[in-house]
């Protein structure tokens, strides 16, 4: 090329003017460069510290310095969740997954942020199509094996739930045959509230092959048995429901009453309790029901002797307490009645009835397994 004098002096300006645009913007690079791992280190300190709006600060300024940073967006969009803009963080989050060629450790952190943002969302499909992207990278993970259960369970998807488990397990190298069991009866309930009474049957007892004493799978089994019009098949397998836990033998009281009066074996009630007694003697649940009986009778002595043993066992037990005074009322002590419900009302801790959540406080007046309002498992103490 040939220069004349002329352009010689214009090369020479453009080449010292680019060679200072270039020095300029190295610097304010490498200072840009310096500000990033700064701030992100701060984000990261306030993160620990539980300082959530210092650390939102910080983290919102090194996206800004680094856009590569895919962990400073990650943790800005869990902060946001946290801070209940789910809408931001979900987009925060799905931004970040549009981005081609990062590394699975970064897709899964990725997926693990997206997934709980649909959860308390309450978006199940997507939480759900999340969790499967990470068992894709990684099919051992317990987390999303985790998670993908509870995301059933609070769907009401009990068979789905049970199928997540059990594939976790299998990978795990686990054997949670109660887990397994609990799900496939709340699954086997669902369709008896559907009609299905016989497909229910079926899932109860294939809950038993998880795990044989299965409370719930023996009540139900009884219940359906019941409504099939099998008095002695229900009568059947709730006293096997009491005999696998006396301590909760309670529950199928009143149903077993009803079977034996239904099938006229009135002494077959008298005998169970007795059973449970001899297993438990402290059972005040299975005094009270006997008392109850003899009052029924006009048993008046033995009812009295019964509803005492109660009270030794429990001093503060309503039910024994109400048994003596309609034991006094009914033979005509009104003075003794009264001394009972002065000492009643003394000692009484007045509770609502029913099965209560521990979770929500929700009640239900049946025992259950899984809370209709908040969706826990096993939260009724039952």
């Known amino acids: 090329m040939d220069f004349t004098g002329f352009g010689w002096i214009v090369f020479w300006v453009f080449a010292v003017g680019a060679a200072a645009a270039a020095f300029t913007w190295t610097r304010a690079m490498k200072k840009r460069s310096g500000r990033g791992p700064r701030l992100y280190m701060e984000g ?24 590569d940073n895919i962990d400073a967006y990650i943790k800005l969009g869990d902060l946001l969740r946290r801070r209940g803009r789910l809408d931001s963080a979900t987009r925060i989050h799905e931004d970040l997954t549009l981005r081609l060629g990062l590394p699975p450790a970064d897709v899964i952190a990725i997926q693990k942020s997206l997934a709980l943002d649909h959860i308390a969302a309450g978006n199940v499909n997507e939480a759900e199509s999340s969790l499967r992207k990470i068992l894709e ?37 686990e054997k949670p045959g109660q887990a397994l069991a609990l799900y496939k009866t709340l699954a086997g309930h669902k369709l008896a509230t559907e009609g299905k009474g016989h497909d229910a049957r079926l ?62 074996q009135y002494g077959g009630i008298t005998r169970f309790y007795e059973r449970i007694l001899d297993a438990d003697p402290a059972n005040t649940d299975a005094l009270i029901a006997l008392a ?39 033979h005509k002590d009104l003075k003794q009645a009264s001394v009972e419900i002065d000492a009643m009302l003394e000692s009484a801790h007045f509770h609502p009835t029913g099965y209560v959540c521990t979770q929500c406080g929700h009640t239900e007046p049946e025992p259950a397994w899984y809370c209709p309002k908040c969706k826990a498992v096993g939260s009724f103490g039952v």
């Open 203 to 264: 899932f109860y007892k294939e809950a038993l092959n998880h795990d044989e004493d299965c409370l719930p799978a023996m009540l139900y089994i009884g219940d359906a048995y019941q409504q099939d019009g099998r008095l002695d098949d229900a009568v059947e397998w709730w006293t096997r429901f009491a005999n696998a836990n006396p301590k909760t033998a309670y529950i199928v009281f009143d149903r077993l009453e009803r079977g034996y009066f239904e099938l006229g």
């Open 292 to 330: 109850d009986l003899s009052v029924k009778k006009g048993d008046h002595d033995e009812a009295v002797r019964q509803c005492r043993q109660a009270l030794d066992n429990d001093p503060d037990n309503i039910p024994a307490r109400a048994g003596l005074i309609r034991s006094f009322v009914q």
């Open 137 to 173: 990278l990684d099919k051992h993970s317990a987390w999303a094996h985790d998670q993908l259960v509870t995301v059933f369970l609070k769907a009401g998807k009990f068979e789905e739930a049970f199928e997540a488990r059990r594939s976790g397990a299998r990978r795990a190298n």
């Open 44 to 67: 990261l300190r306030a993160l620990v510290e539980g300082d959530d709006h210092v650390a939102f600060e910080r983290l919102k300024a090194t996206i800004n310095e680094d856009s």
